[in-house]
């Protein structure tokens, strides 16, 4: 089975510039889990979804960012426009309702902002 | 605001000695806790889980939750140096799926 699948694995990018995340969690997986992690926060929850509904977008950090999943197999974040601060690893996690809280994360796209 | 809080280390243990990682959370609520593991540069994966105040073994790992004293531990045995990593810890609120993650000890496994 193949694990979350996150793209891309770095980016760097000019502040200003949008930059796109994007996550395919793991098959039959009904919740999905965006993290950004850096030294200074340790790994921060910044949105979830069950069966491809928002449910909690409290840890998003301002209206600069926003996350979508349009379907089952597929989310997005996008941070519009991006600046230095936002330079972290971001984490896509997924799990299955039955198969208890067990989340399963993604390799981590690491995000330069210049 | 729930919180979990580890000792950040670094932890140094000789090969073969017994690590141990210690684990604090605020909310009583909290019903389900994990230890991950992180390598450097690598993602968290999950080592174990338990739900119930007492000891849960998987090899050489113990895991073990005083839910009066809002305590999580994890006891390395016999360890290795490839079991050098940051450990985190992560509980889940009352009736949801949310983690909320420590910050993490990091561990060093001297040979």
């Known amino acids: 089975d193949a694990g979350v699948i996150q793209s891309p694995r770095h980016e760097v990018t000019e502040m200003g510039q949008e930059v796109t995340l994007r996550c395919k969690p793991i098959s039959g997986h009904d919740y999905l889990f965006w993290y950004r992690q850096t030294m200074m926060r340790g790994l921060e929850l910044l949105i979830y979804f069950n069966n491809n509904v928002p449910i909690d977008d409290s840890g998003m950090p301002e209206d600069r960012f926003s996350a979508k999943m349009p379907n089952a197999s597929f989310s997005t974040l996008k941070i519009q426009p991006s600046e230095p601060r936002d330079s972290a690893v971001y984490f896509c996690a997924s799990s299955f309702n039955r198969g208890g809280e067990t989340q399963y994360f993604g390799p981590g796209t690491r995000l330069l902002v210049l | 605001q729930k919180e979990v809080e580890q000792n950040s280390g670094p932890l140094s243990v000789p090969e073969g000695a017994i690590a141990s990682l210690n684990c604090t959370y605020s909310?009583?609520?909290?019903?389900?806790f994990f230890w991950y593991r992180q390598y450097s540069g690598k993602s968290p994966e999950l080592i174990m889980f338990?739900?119930?105040?007492g000891d849960k073994e998987d090899g050489r790992f113990t895991a073990q939750l005083n839910k009066a004293s809002q305590y999580v531990s994890l006891l390395i045995r016999d360890s290795q140096p490839s079991d050098s990593a940051t450990y985190l810890c992560?509980?889940?609120?009352?009736?949801?799926?949310?983690?909320?993650f420590g910050k993490g000890t990091k561990l060093s496994v001297i040979p």
């Open positions: 338990i739900y119930s105040n």
């Open positions: 909310d009583r609520g909290s019903q389900s």
């Open positions: 992560a509980a889940t609120g009352a009736g949801s799926y949310q983690l909320t």
